[in-house]
């Protein structure tokens, strides 16, 4: 979870250049609470769990997550941390750059208790890859996919932050990952100099995983399995988006809801894809937080 700051910038700085923004916002936003928005305004019930600092940040967050209806009762205060804090700057087309801080996102630990006690309530598992980067050196995120594989249930994880920073960490995912979620720029990050398919087509065999969905913005996505990809073009184009932020998490989001209604891989990646392309025309990337230009 974070507090997103929105600046619409004409350029981006340069060193010892200013820029004068032209507004500025602020909002909920962070992976985790994005998805877990889209999820409610889908009629899907979400449980998060995720950290904040014991700040005004930390405050404003807990009230969000309340009125946009997601239980939020395993969020916990951080003592001595600052909420985290995303900068996003919005060029006229849409594109951004992000100055973060993560803060307490780094100090989430979730024992293999308090992992047992969640998953008795919930049947799927979503996860972010940013939990690879925390302080416990991921060992939270294999807590909650292994209890929730050893409940039964299906699970994710959208592989930010593991494909850039931390590919050691892959190996520890197998056997604990129904689907895998990346967007493109993070699977050419993560496999170099192969070529991007047979890539990611060996990656999602080695997890064990049953599909890969990447992300490709305009284009749609891709569906990839160990033996077949089909590309499932974008049929919403939002030729001027107003901010392209958290479209990647409600793209998660409606596919999950799709795949646990029962819905095919293919038809699952069309919800995606249409909910990607609605979290692009208003500002934030918090479902509730919609807003014009």
Avoid: W
């Avoid at 909002?27 to 889908?42: D, E, I, Q, T, W």
């Amino acid at each position: 979870m974070n507090v997103d700051v929105f600046l619409r910038v004409p350029t981006l700085p340069r060193l010892d250049v200013s820029v004068a923004a032209r507004s500025a916002r602020t909002g909920p936003g962070g992976v985790a609470g994005n998805a877990a928005s889209h999820l409610v305004r889908l009629g899907v019930g979400a449980v998060l769990i995720a950290a904040i600092g014991n700040d005004v940040l930390g405050e404003y967050l807990t009230t969000r997550l309340r009125e946009a209806g997601i239980d939020s009762s395993r969020v916990r205060v951080v003592e001595g941390e600052s909420t985290g804090v995303m900068v996003i700057m919005l060029l006229p087309n849409g594109e951004k750059a992000i100055v973060g801080y993560r803060g307490a996102n780094e100090c989430l630990r979730i024992t293999r208790e308090e992992c047992g006690e969640v998953v008795t309530s919930v049947n799927h598992v979503h996860a972010s890859g940013y939990m690879a980067l925390n302080r416990d050196r991921g060992e939270s995120l294999l807590n909650l996919l292994s209890e929730a594989v050893g409940a039964g249930l299906t699970t994710s994880v959208d592989l930010e932050g593991i494909a850039t920073q931390a590919r050691y960490f892959l190996p520890r995912l197998k056997g604990l990952v129904t689907y895998v979620f990346m967007n493109k720029a993070e699977a050419t990050e993560l496999c170099g100099s192969e070529p991007l398919i047979t890539c990611v087509q060996n990656l999602t065999k080695s997890l064990g995983a049953a599909a890969t969905f990447m992300k490709l913005g305009r284009e749609g996505s891709a569906v990839i399995t160990a033996y077949r990809t089909e590309l499932i073009k974008q049929e919403e184009v939002i030729h001027e988006p107003i901010d392209t932020t958290g479209a990647g998490d409600a793209f998660n989001a409606a596919t999950i809801a799709s795949l646990i209604k029962g819905a095919s891989l293919t038809e699952a990646a069309r919800e995606g894809n249409r909910a990607g392309a609605y979290a692009c025309t208003y500002l934030g990337g918090f479902a509730v937080e919609g807003v014009s230009r």
